[in-house]
């Protein structure tokens, strides 16, 4: 995935201090939901780089967990995501990796999430400007680009068609 124009760069509309550690993270938690079909009943979130060093500070645990409840990276929400994900529910362990050497991306989490019996682990990288990736699902290599402000859902139910089968 690349950049089109600076605006692909400065990002997209969205609540946070940045658009790596807010609306990145926010489309891969919104892709566990929709992947998930709803929100899940627990996730464990291990950050790993930048993502693990700076979480508190620049939100990237509550624009995760916002998307994990099927918020967008405009909703103001986002700040109480934590006080929501209780009410829902929804019970968070967030790792923060910063006791290993990490090698990979530096905006890097796996999530693992459980709703209703089903159980899926996810890779995503925040990449710039709102954009992720998501980099494997359940342990296989996937590469599926996740524009700023784009259908998450449509594009969660198009890989699962693509994947059915195989995970």
């Known amino acids: 995935m690349g950049f089109n124009s600076c605006f692909d760069i400065i990002g997209p509309i969205m609540v946070g201090p940045s658009s790596s550690h807010t609306a990145g993270a926010v489309s891969i938690g919104r892709f566990v939901y929709e992947w998930l079909g709803g929100v899940p009943d627990w996730t464990e979130i291990m950050l790993y780089g930048s993502f693990a060093d700076t979480y508190q500070?620049?939100?990237t645990d509550k624009a995760i967990v916002g998307g994990l409840l099927g918020m967008e990276a405009a909703s103001h929400s986002i700040r109480e995501s934590k006080?929501?994900?209780i009410k829902e529910g929804l019970v968070v362990k967030m790792n923060p990796r910063t006791d290993i050497g990490w090698e990979g991306h530096p905006n890097t989490v796996h999530i693992h999430a459980n709703r209703s019996g089903y159980f899926t682990a996810i890779e995503g990288v925040s990449i710039g400007g709102g954009l992720s990736e998501i980099r494997s699902i359940n342990g296989e290599a996937v590469c599926i680009d996740i524009p700023?402000?784009?259908?998450?859902?449509q594009i969660a139910d198009t890989y699962k068609s693509r994947l059915a089968g195989r995970l």
């Open 57 to 59: 500070g620049h939100g």
């Open 83 to 85: 006080r929501y994900s």
């Open 148 to 153: 700023a402000d784009s259908n998450i859902k």
